[in-house]
């Protein structure tokens, strides 16, 4: 039987690394971390902390990325961590599949923008991906879940259950540790982003905090939060 592939589209500073580490501990799944990433930064010349390692390192033509999230022979699952942005300048019939499921891990703006805005002071809706996000969920919504940062955060064990039952996947109760310190799939650009997961064990049960967004961002902020409460309308059941 061919590989089923879990496609995560999750926006900046939203736990996509976490929710990569908690599938990577299981023994049916290989992951892979943003592998259209180099695509994306060719495509709209956008700035990186990682652009230069990334563009050196990485696939950075549609054939070649999308060439890379190709199953294995052997692979039962695959989980493709993306960013919902590195859908821009790819054709949607060559990034989907009969065999995706797709899922969506959004957040309120007023969590994302102060956490973000310390990496990129001057952030765009592309940047943050609310829209590649509701429009993905508007072109297969018999095939796309919902989980904010907010249920996976505060509760993770049932969210990940939740989420394991709705991709008809066997619960695996290894998803919800980890060992501290990098893994091999972490992209070259973890340095700049992933200390904080870097530094854990795991999932703990935590509210995420929301901050104060800049008076500059305000009217992007109006306009994440419009997406993003269009989203949690689809937000899966716990």
């Known amino acids: 039987m061919s590989a089923r592939t879990v496609a995560l589209w999750a926006g900046p500073r939203n736990g996509s690394t976490a929710l990569m580490y908690s599938f990577a501990q299981r023994a049916d799944t290989r992951v892979m971390d943003e592998p259209l990433f180099g695509h994306f930064l060719a495509t709209t010349g956008v700035d990186r902390p990682s652009r230069e390692d990334v563009l050196r390192t990485m696939p950075l033509t549609p054939q070649a990325a999308l060439a890379s999230v190709v ?7 695959v989980f493709l961590k993306h960013m919902a942005n590195h859908l821009e300048g790819l054709d949607w019939r060559d990034v989907d599949g009969p065999r995706h499921m797709h899922v969506v891990l959004t957040r309120h703006p007023d969590g994302v923008l102060p956490s973000y805005g310390s990496h990129i002071s001057h952030p765009t809706m592309l940047d943050l991906g609310y829209a590649h996000q509701l429009d993905l969920v ?16 505060a509760r993770p ?5 939740a989420l394991c039952r709705e991709l008809a996947l066997p619960w695996d109760a290894n998803m919800l540790s980890w060992a501290p310190g990098a893994r091999l799939e ?34 992007l902020r109006k306009a994440c939060e419009v997406h993003y409460l269009a989203l949690k309308d689809f937000e899966i059941s716990i």
């Open 157 to 161: 064990e049932p969210t990940l259950k």
């Open 71 to 77: 199953p294995h022979p052997t692979d039962q699952v």
């Open 138 to 153: 508007k072109r297969v919504p018999d095939r796309v879940l919902v989980v904010t940062a907010e249920s996976l955060q």
């Open 186 to 219: 972490d992209g070259v650009w973890a340095k700049h982003w992933y200390s904080g997961v870097h530094a854990s064990s795991g999932w703990e049960a935590r509210t995420l905090k929301r901050g104060e967004v800049p008076a500059h961002l305000a009217s």
